[in-house]
C-alpha cells in the first residue's frame, strides 16, 4: 500500500498481518479523493477517520492538504500500525489516535476535533454503518454539514439516519462508495 498523491504521495504504508484489516485499495482511494477534492472537501479539512484499519484514508487526506485527522479503531493490531504509518510519514503534529469502539466512542468535548470529513470503513456485513453514523452524530463528533464517505459491500441498502443524505454513491469492483452530508435534525 501506498499515499497515492499529495505531500505523502508514493510513500509506503504498512498493513496488519492477516485477514482482520481489509484496506481500501489504492485505485478506490484515489477515486474517491478525486471525488472529494473536486467538491473542494480535503484542503484544511478535520478529519475523522473511524474504523481507520491502517490509517490509509486519514493519511491520504493529510497527505493532500487536510488540517488533522482523529484515528479511532478498537483493534490493537491496527491502533500499533496506524501510530506507525503516522510516525513513519513524519505527521504526528496532526495525527491523534483514540483507541475505542466506534459504537461506544466518548462524546467529543473538544471542538478543534469536529470533524468536517470522515471516513467510515467498518467491516462489510454486520449491520455497522447505521448505528456508527448515530454514535459519530450524537457525540458531537460531525460539524454541521459534515461529509462521511462511506464504504461498504457492493450490496448495501442504503440505509442511513435521517440527519443524513446521500450525495454520491460509487461502485468499483465490489465496493460501494457513499458520499453522505450531516445535517442536523432541528
Not at 125 to 153: D, H, N, Q
Request: proline residues 4%; charged residues 25%.
Amino acid at each position: 500500500m501506498r499515499i497515492v498523491s499529495g505531500l505523502y504521495g508514493g510513500r509506503k504504508i504498512q498493513a496488519p498481518k492477516g485477514r482482520m484489516v481489509r484496506p481500501t485499495t489504492d485505485k478506490v482511494r484515489g477515486a474517491v479523493f478525486n471525488m472529494l477534492q473536486s467538491r473542494g472537501l480535503v484542503d484544511d479539512a478535520v478529519v475523522l477517520d473511524a474504523f481507520c484499519g491502517t490509517g490509509g484514508m486519514g493519511l491520504e487526506a493529510l497527505s493532500r492538504g487536510a488540517h488533522s485527522c482523529t484515528f479511532v479503531d478498537s483493534a490493537r493490531d491496527s491502533l500499533v500500525c496506524v501510530k506507525e504509518n503516522i510516525s513513519s510519514l513524519g505527521a504526528e503534529d496532526r495525527a491523534k489516535v483514540i483507541a475505542s469502539d466506534v459504537l461506544k466512542l466518548r462524546e467529543c468535548t473538544d471542538r478543534s476535533e469536529l470533524a468536517s470529513l470522515a471516513f467510515l470503513d467498518p467491516p462489510y456485513e454486520k449491520g455497522l454503518i447505521f448505528p456508527a453514523l448515530e454514535r459519530i452524530a450524537g457525540g458531537g463528533w460531525l460539524a454541521e454539514g459534515a461529509y462521511v464517505v462511506c464504504e461498504t459491500e457492493k450490496k448495501y441498502n442504503r440505509v442511513f439516519p435521517a440527519s443524513f443524505s446521500v450525495k454520491d454513491d460509487r461502485i468499483y469492483g465490489e465496493v460501494r462508495v457513499f458520499l453522505l452530508q450531516f445535517i442536523t435534525p432541528v
